[in-house]
């Protein structure tokens, strides 16, 4: 039998990205390598580290870098020079070979989640027809990564930080994609650009109620995606050292360091391009798509409307991350794991279906329309706000637990106030 | 709905403190300059000249806490604080006050003082230093020294800019570094040089050194 009629019509041979490999693209697809991944995001983490030191300082009332260059611009550039020149210390009893694979692997894993995501119309690494898939699989890579670091360091507080950050990532993951089913089922697919043009015609999906409670949860479980504060379990300087990078020094904590601010980066592109209608300025208009007219200087035009609203967008979130840095504590592991199993995951599964809600009402009948808009808003919204409600009181009330010996407020159970 | 509203006022605060400095910056005409910098807005790295450095004052009137860029932005120096030790001269005459009489010496609980007697040429002693040592390193700042001295010579200084990169040699501060005049002392010191019981007991002591003084020249002629 032939092999190949064999595996053709089955369903990964159909979802396969077809490129015909000519020699533009692979013009493009070097350009993007060399410009895009090798160049302009490892800058764009460079300032990132910048921009969050200078706002930390605001928000502690300092000043922050501005010693190297004006304002301290070339702080980063410093920083990198230092770890570059800095001696690279592998611990003798560490697992030499993986020690150097680590790093290499949470880098890689941040680096191809940016490959499929649409900055633009047109400006877009690859746009496999399953997007989404890829990058849920590509970003379940560095928990691997970090697992290794936290193992091949020989070192009780690198162990520790990397049981932490997989038992965290793990957990997070399931919200992340969770969350992201409702937008899957109203564009009806998983292609990132698909996602993008299904919120060019039917508004931002972070704009109607399914779709808000599932962009707080996927902003939620991104941020402990990303080990940042309050989840930043896996690295808690005043527990655990340094966590999984403990033993790591010179570019190779400074490979864990550009993969954490790059998942910051790829993360707020993912979330802009998934909720917030990629970069597009207005929630409810086709605006600079609807300028293409095939010319050259109309695709220049909305792209870079595009790029400059998206790029915007994507400080937004990365302020947010910032900000919530700035203000909140780090969490106990027992309700980081109680947040993700007993509050997001549920909420999820039942946005889930609130979004189908969403979908017959709103999205089944063609066009968007203002009248099959507020009748959405009124069926999905309310099964939201009492969905939250149940959760948070069924994990309240319901299911808590009776603390012993409690010297702090607890709170009681509903048979127990009901005696 | 209650859920989340601390958390939601939590980070409100911490956002008004981050808009807040802006505000200030803004207020105080520095929000495109490097606070303490030149005017431009890329000063690349040039700071302002050594003592033509903004004063900064902290007090309760100051919102919030903010970082004094120390080379570029100073605190206010008060008259009261002290550093190292110094001698005083007079700029009338050019006299050391100092008779070399080691209270000083004596009283200096981390013993970092001591001073050579000036001699005349008959050998008779001479109230004046020929040479005095101070052991920076091993000061302690009490300004003791200072207290006991009845002759106003030694006084404590303000400067606090002592770094250096060779300690053998320029640690140990003779004769020649401790000078200071008068009137750098005038400046330093406004209020405890310019106060009536100072003046008087000025006056007193450069009397009284002076009948010293002569006696001894008397003596040697």
Redesign the interface.
Known sequence: MDVGSALYGTPLFAQSHRVDLTVSTCVIWGLWLIVGFAGLFPGIVAYMVWLERK?AA??????GP?RV???GLLQSVADGLKLLVKENIVPRSADQVVHLLAPVLVLVSAFLTLAVVPFAVGLVPIDPPSGLVYLIAVSSISPLGIFLAGWSSHNKYSLLGAMRAVAQLVSYEIPQVLSTIPVVLWAGSLSLVSIFDHQVAYGWNALNPPGFLAFLTFLIASVAEVNRTPFDLPEAESEIVAGYHTEYSGMRFGLFFLAEYLGVFSVSCVATVLFLGGGTPLPFSAFPVNLLDGSVGSYLLVDGILLAVFSLKVLLFVFAMF??R???PRMRIDRLMNFAWKYLVPLCILNIVFAAIWYEVVVRPGALTARNWAWGMIAAGLPV?LG??LV?RANRKLAAARAVDADWPTVGTIAEASR | MTIGRGVIRGHAVTLRRFLVTFARDFRDGLALRRRGGGGLLVDLFRGPARGEERVVVQDATTEGLFTVEYPDERLPVYERFRVLPVLVYDDEDGNVRCTSCNICAKVCPPQCIWMVQAKSPKGTVVPLPEDFFIDMDVCMNCGLCAEYCPFDAIKMDQNFELANSERHQTHVFGLQDLLVSSAYYAQTHPEAWSGPEEVAERAKVAKKKDRRLQKALGVEA
């Open positions: 706002v605001r928000f502690q009332d300092r000043i501005n260059g004006p304002f900000w919530v700035a203000t909140l706000v939250v409600q948070f």
